[in-house]
């Protein structure tokens, strides 16, 4: 198969390596240093759990033409940046695209390129369930397994379904299919703003973050009103375990977040003030339109905005 991975961080490059080393043909669309770099040692990942490292040769280019079509075609993009990317999308004569990373606009995305798709489009959303950074030379990846990907579409079963099942067939990485994708990638950034404003606020020291016993709280307590946010909405909680936990355990959550922040792969956790803000700025008006208070979710955003202010 003939497959584009859209962007070369640390999800992007693992994707890739998954794909290439699964028999297919495979781009990455890169710019400035980490196109020299990709074109010059191509995709080097240090897996840090596996505690090995891989090399892959790759094509790359810089930017995605209107007349290059491929079979699949892979977004792994920061929420911040989807936006820009859309367009570029749209004016491509390929098919089927997968947007993968937090998203708070699926239907809106998928509307825009239904609208101004060059071709007719087939959309599914995913999330990629590694971790890692990047250097100047390579990516860490933090995996548990070969990987997965929670993927789903919006109007029901992903209608490119055997392409998909084709692109991973002979590699060990999951698909993990969910009929509900748009609530499941909701639910996902009540998680991931909170933890992120902490960690930014302490500029990624997670021995401070540790000690920090008053925010600490306030995330595991924001986590909490963030899911009666989205249940107020008519959002269902998922996985539903998670949330009960984090509402009805809090302590327990708290010493685990401990626990993690004292590991040293925590220190490999990758985040932007930018696709933060880009967040936080759209679920303000969800908690806007929602009747439930949320004190320790604005007191952890106005602190973080302060610190960057």
Not at 2 to 25: F, T, W
Not at 114 to 123: H, I, L
Request: hydrophobic share 45%; aromatic share 8%; net charge neutral.
């Amino acid at each position: 198969m003939n497959i584009l991975v859209y962007g070369a961080g640390v999800q992007g490059s693992y994707l890739a390596h998954v794909l290439i080393r699964g028999g297919h043909d495979v781009t990455v669309l890169a710019r400035g240093e980490r196109a020299e770099v990709l074109e010059d040692k191509g995709i080097v990942i240090r897996h840090y759990l596996q505690r090995k490292t891989t090399s892959d040769r790759v094509r790359v280019i810089r930017s995605l033409e209107a007349g290059d079509v491929y079979d699949l075609i892979f977004v792994v993009m920061k929420y911040s940046d989807f936006e820009a990317v859309l367009p570029v999308l749209a004016s491509n004569n390929s098919r089927h695209i997968v947007l993968i990373g937090n998203n708070m606009e699926t239907y809106a995305m998928q509307d825009y390129l239904s609208k101004n798709g060059r071709s007719p489009k087939q959309v599914a959303f995913g999330f990629q369930t590694t971790a890692g950074t990047r250097t100047d030379e390579h990516v860490i990846c933090i995996r548990s397994g070969h990987g997965q990907m929670v993927i789903g579409g919006l109007d029901g079963t992903i209608p490119f379904r055997p392409l998909l099942e084709q692109a991973f067939m002979g590699t060990k990485y999951k698909l993990n299919e969910n009929d509900q994708i748009d609530a499941w990638l909701k639910n996902h950034m009540v998680l991931v703003v909170p933890l992120n404003m902490v960690i930014l606020f302490h500029q990624f020291q997670m021995k401070q973050v540790v000690r920090d016993d008053k925010r600490l709280r306030q995330l595991v307590a924001a986590m909490g009103e963030g899911f009666q946010v989205l249940e107020s909405l008519g959002y269902p909680l998922l996985p539903a375990k998670q949330a009960s936990w984090i509402i009805g355990y809090p302590n327990v959550i708290r010493r685990a977040l401990k626990i993690f922040f004292s590991l040293p792969v925590s220190r490999l956790i990758d985040g932007t003030s930018v696709e933060l803000n880009a967040l936080n700025n759209t679920f303000a008006e969800w908690r806007a339109m929602s009747n439930v208070p949320t004190p320790n979710w604005d007191a952890l955003e106005a602190e973080w905005q302060a610190g960057i202010s």
